[in-house]
């Protein structure tokens, strides 16, 4: 589209009229209209920029709530972004109510405006099959999408959507892709890695390697902290060569079942059941069955089924 030279006069003019944010009486209707929409993507960005504190916690205390609150004045300013932050809302319920379709109406819009962030949520949406059909090839081509921008949130749900075609030749791109993304050192690339490994999933099965990158993401990730130690003590307790730091696997798992962590709770409690080391102990291996029961563990469910009938 061209622009003349009195419409670029009247942009310009506008522009210095925010800048200088002086009081001017503007009867010019098209200075009028430039001043509004300029008005409307500052307020836009200032909008957004409190709702990412407000999330994360960054300059203000966190508060969801007050978070959507802002995000959602952002994306009635044209900002792009808080669409995606408002999908993660609604997926996830911070600050209201989960609610997939709404997750998914703020995703599809941010996603196709052009954001990577948005671009992944809709491509989690139709991997999960959250309120629309599962569909792995959608889910790909809107990983992809957010790829190209090279994140690396894209490529890391690339790879997630390439193991779930449960194929040789895509486990093998994961891997390499996860293999990539650990040079940013980011925790759940190291995970993802480690499992790999772990599992032989698009490599050769190495519980060394396994053991490294899952001690690269427990060193590196706080948040990932529990994740990590649940790993390395399955490695530990399951793998011979490991035997020697058993305690250390009971060490990991006490202190993230103590953080009311199920999955440590119920690997915990076979540990007392078969006395893995531990001693033998049947009221603690209860515990923390109920425990993990309690939380929705299948598995401690079942196993807890055959003491308590």
Sequence with gaps: MKIDRKEKTIFYLAVAIVILGGTVFIIYPPVVNSVRKINAFNQGLVFFDWGEQYWFGDGKKQDYALAVFNFNLAAEQGNVQAAAFLGDAFLYGKGV??????????????????????????????LEGYSIPRNLDKAVFWARKAADQNVFQGWYSLAICYLAYHDAEKDREAFQIFKKLSETKVAAAYIE????????????????????????????????????????????????????????????????????????????????????????NHNKMLYYLRKSAAAGEQSAIDELKKYEE
């Design 193 to 280: 890695l480690a499992d790999c490994y772990l599992d032989g999933i698009g490599t050769v099965p190495n519980v060394q390697e396994a053991e490294v990158w899952y001690r690269k993401a427990l060193l590196s990730d706080p948040d990932s902290a529990s994740c990590a130690k649940i790993s390395l003590a399955q490695v530990y307790i399951h793998n011979a060569e490991f035997k020697n730091k058993i305690p250390l696997a009971i060490q990991y798992l006490t202190e993230t079942a103590e953080e009311d962590n199920y999955d440590a709770q119920y690997e915990l409690a076979i540990c007392y059941r078969d006395g893995i080391g531990v001693e033998k």
């Design 97 to 126: 109510e989960v609610d997939y379709a709404k997750a998914f109406q703020y995703y599809l819009k941010g996603a196709e405006a052009g954001d990577a962030r948005a671009q992944t949520g809709v491509s989690t949406m139709y």
